[in-house]
């Protein structure tokens, strides 16, 4: 059986490392695409649990033009059918429980694999490729012109990563970098945080994360040249949903932490159309289909972004069918709609049991440009921001529970200039037709109960909260923030009685020097489509359309102030329109 060859054409590292020399003032790492590790990792395993879970040290500084990460600029899903020595050159077509053999060995599996920098870590992606990938040349910087939808993507472990798996593989730690913040925060003109005295620990054209810049859902088409590797092109709804899980991306157990000052991430940069672009996290620019659990974002102080911002994640959407699966010929008759839920739910963004928190005098979460028109006549969603998420597009944050939410903890400020919320600012369900997720599918899938498809895309945020400065912090990490930050600036003062008072008087006396936190969109006139334009804030969320919120808290809000709409718990609710969140006209049915 020539399958069983297969796993001897995948890299494996094992219990492999790297240690840089230390050197702050110069980039230790510079490509096109550049890693403290790998530039660009196709497949293959890396597993460093016999060298203390750590597989870069002492890195300091990363530069990769178009992606770029502390461990790694892309991981992704090699290719089956495109690889020397594949199975197209093995002269063989494959059935689909081959495939599901198959497909797990072309997964790029990262287990134990930290990046540790002692200095404090920047990664930078200052460039986007805009040249089409049919010019490419295999094995030349031209080659990495296939991901140009992707491409100014940086995080402190990865740049951009598609159909992997990542555990146990911490990032300690992000640099404390000096931002020029505005003269008030909540203020309009934000030019400070983009002008050449203000400097990012993270910082990418498109894509900018504290842990990845894009996280996005496998490619089954690369993978397996579409699935036209199967015999007679045909699937039934199990293989088909067995494949899509297998190339379906996943982080667990795995932090980013900054330094004892806070780390900064900054997303900026301009399409073809000559618009303003970025989306920045805390952990993640954007998330695409993907599931991210156990894994937390530790010590940010600014998170700047263009599109969206947000202190765990500045976009989440569903992930693309059509680019997992390619062709959808390949999958034989109709569907059920029992069968649709399980269908849609792979391509679903779920972060659960994840938290972020700031620096203890509040961290800064701020989306600076407003929407704009389209070339098509649509609108262009822009200026979202929350102090967890900035745009939750269908999306499931989940906390474990009501005593242990995901949090996002500390938060000082918050600003979009259409949407801004104190844990989330745009949240609704998924609009399957503008996504292009699932809407290539319903000419196959036979729709009897519509409710089957809503409630998959149903956008949910379930034991959550959002708190001020101070709420939450021990007195180990204040004093080390004190004597390293805070005795330096305007808070010496402000915080004298806390400063070694001890831990029985600190934990007595803190709650009398919480001073919350600030919400603000910052829109200020009408324009046309005021409905995607006009400015609304929340304490927790900006605008929600449909979704469902449960067990969620909004602790310590000082201030919320928008144009339109503005509330201390949302700022403005809608009712969800059913075309738009099933897609379900694709279907031919009669409603």
Not at 57 to 63: L, S, T
Request: aromatic share 8%.
């Amino acid at each position: 059986d020539l399958i069983t060859a297969i796993p001897y054409l995948m890299p494996e590292y094992e219990n492999c490392d790297v240690a840089y020399v230390n050197d702050i003032e110069n980039y230790q790492v510079e490509a096109a695409c550049a890693g403290g590790f790998a530039g660009k990792l196709e497949s293959g395993t890396v597993d460093n649990s016999g060298k203390n879970n750590i597989a870069v040290k002492n890195i300091c500084n990363v530069h990769g033009r178009y992606y770029a990460g502390g461990f790694a600029g892309i991981a992704t899903s090699g290719g089956l059918a495109s690889s020397r020595g594949g199975v197209n050159l093995l002269g063989t077509t494959i059935n689909a429980s081959q495939l599901l053999q198959v497909l797990p060995l072309y997964i790029p599996k990262i287990t134990n694999a930290g990046v540790d920098s002692e200095s404090g870590l920047t990664v930078t992606s200052d460039g986007r490729i805009e040249t089409n990938a049919e010019k490419a040349g295999e094995g030349s910087e031209d080659d990495l012109k296939q991901f140009e939808s992707n491409s100014g993507s940086a995080g402190g472990y990865l740049g951009y990563g598609s159909g992997l798996q990542i555990s146990g593989s911490n990032v300690n730690k992000l640099r404390n970098t000096t931002v020029k913040e505005p003269e008030d925060l909540q203020q309009k003109d934000g030019s400070s945080y983009f002008d050449k005295n203000s400097y990012y620990a993270v910082k990418a054209a498109q894509y900018a994360g504290g842990y990845v810049g894009k996280l996005d859902i496998g490619n089954a088409a690369a993978v397996g040249n579409g699935l036209g590797l199967i015999d007679q092109y045909v699937l039934d709804l199990t293989d088909a949903l067995s494949i899509l899980a297998a190339v379906s991306s996943s982080i667990e157990t795995s932090d980013v932490t900054g330094d004892t000052g806070g780390y900064a991430v900054l997303a900026n940069g301009v399409n073809e159309d000559g618009n303003k672009i970025g989306h920045a996290g805390g952990y993640a620019g954007s998330v695409n289909g993907s599931l991210i659990k156990n894994s937390d974002a530790h010590n940010f102080a600014y998170i700047i972004g263009q599109e969206t911002a947000g202190g765990y994640v500045g976009n989440m959407e569903p992930g693309s069918v059509a680019e997992v699966i390619g062709d959808v010929n390949v999958i034989g008759g109709l569907v059920s709609a029992e069968n649709v839920a399980s269908l849609l739910q792979t391509f679903i963004p779920r972060i659960i049991s994840s938290s972020t928190d700031a620096v203890p005098c509040g961290g800064v979460v701020r989306a600076e440009s407003p929407s704009c028109e389209t070339g098509s006549g649509g609108i262009l969603l822009r200026g979202a921001a929350g102090g967890y998420a900035g745009h939750n597009n269908g999306g499931r944050i989940e906390g474990e529970s009501t005593d242990n939410p995901a949090k996002a903890e500390r938060i000082r400020s918050v600003y979009g200039y259409e949407y801004a919320g104190g844990f989330t600012g745009y949240l609704h369900n998924a609009d399957l037709v503008d996504t292009g997720s699932i809407s290539v599918l319903f000419g196959l899938i036979k729709i009897n109960n519509p409710l089957s498809a809503i409630q998959a895309v149903y956008a949910t945020e379930t034991n959550t909260s959002v708190t001020g400065p101070l709420r939450g912090l021990s007195y180990e990490r204040f004093e080390q923030w004190y004597n390293a930050v805070g005795i330096k600036g305007p808070y010496k003062d402000q915080f004298a009685g806390l400063a070694g008072a001890g831990e029985e008087n600190y934990n007595k006396q803190i709650a009398q020097y919480y001073y919350g936190y600030q919400v603000t969109a910052g829109r200020d006139e009408l324009e046309q489509n005021a409905e995607k334009r006009a400015g609304t804030a929340g304490g927790y969320v900006g605008k929600m359309v449909g979704s469902q919120i449960e067990n969620a808290h909004a602790y310590d809000l000082q201030k919320v102030e928008a144009m339109r709409s503005a509330g201390g718990f949302a700022g403005e609710t809608g009712i969800g329109a059913l075309a738009n969140v099933g897609g379900i006209s694709l279907g031919n049915l009669d409603l």
